[in-house]
């Protein structure tokens, strides 16, 4: 059975899909979107790539609250989305990230979403789930952190050793053929004592983005394997709340 809607008309650019969740406000400007019973096994912080608040992102979100999960995803980057001009010149992207998006000056973003999710919502099991440049965020989390179960990084950017070295919980990897080979950084995670929690499958007929703003989930190859690293997803975070 698919996880994305295979009855809503998509194309490249465009989606008619239907967002199943609510808005909230945090801390007075973090808007965020959360979806999924507030009884759900678990929650899931949902850090989306650097195209923000897309269709594919809120359907992403769905999938995983429809499969068990309180889901937030928060706009950390304040509905300012990297433009896509902009993408010809990654130093120019990153150095926009560095300025809007560094753990610095997100901390008290991620401060405020834990919060609601442990005080207000009353969850002690919290997980994360990050694309691109939310894989990197995610990974920051992990070290700062080790409040964080685990987490599933989707065709993750700007990782280096030291994120692997640091990562106090487990993590379930999956590049595109586009991103670096993550193996001898996975080694680093499998040696960790949560390392038979951890996985990593490259998708390497699949472009960096397939499972978010670039996934054309339209065409039948990419929707085939972005649900598949979906399932992975899901799979990997059950056994992880399951162990710990």
Same mark, same amino acid.
């Given at each position: *059975? ?17 967002? !199943?969740? $609510? ?14 019973? *507030? ?27 429809? #499969?068990?999960?309180?889901?937030? *995803?928060? @706009? ?9 001009? *902009? ?25 405020? &979403? ?11 099991? &919290? ?12 990974? $920051?989390?992990?070290?700062? @952190? #080790?409040?964080? !179960? ?37 080694? &680093? !995670? ?13 998708? @390497? ?37 399951? &162990?710990?």
């Amino acid at each position: *059975m698919s996880l994305i809607d295979t009855s809503i008309k998509r194309s490249y650019t465009e989606s008619t899909y239907v967002p !199943l969740g $609510e808005k909230l406000v945090l801390n007075e400007d973090l808007e965020c979107y959360i979806s999924g019973d *507030m009884e759900s096994k678990a929650a899931i912080i949902y850090l989306y790539d650097i195209f923000c608040n897309h269709s594919n992102a809120y359907e992403g979100a769905d999938i995983f609250a429809r #499969n068990g999960y309180r889901v937030i *995803m928060p @706009d950390l980057l304040r509905n300012h989305p990297v433009r896509v001009e *902009m993408l010809g010149d990654w130093q120019r992207v990153k150095s926009r990230l560095e300025m809007d998006g560094s753990y610095e000056e997100l901390e008290g973003d991620f401060r405020a &979403v834990k919060e609601y999710l442990v005080d207000v919502e009353g969850f002690d099991k &919290v997980l994360l789930v990050g694309f691109c440049w939310g894989a990197k965020k995610a990974m $920051e989390l992990s070290a700062h @952190d #080790n409040f964080y !179960l685990g987490g599933a990084l989707f065709h993750p950017s700007f990782l280096e050793l030291e994120d692997f070295e640091k990562a106090q919980a487990p993590m379930i990897i999956q590049p595109s053929m586009q991103d670096p080979d993550f193996s001898t950084e996975f080694d &680093v !995670l499998a040696s960790k004592p949560f390392g038979s929690l951890c996985y990593i499958q490259t998708y @390497d007929d699949m472009i960096h983005g397939f499972t978010s703003g670039r996934g054309d989930w339209g065409n039948p190859q990419v929707r085939s394997r972005a649900n598949e690293a979906f399932t992975n997803a899901l799979r990997g975070l059950d056994r992880i709340i399951t &162990v710990e």
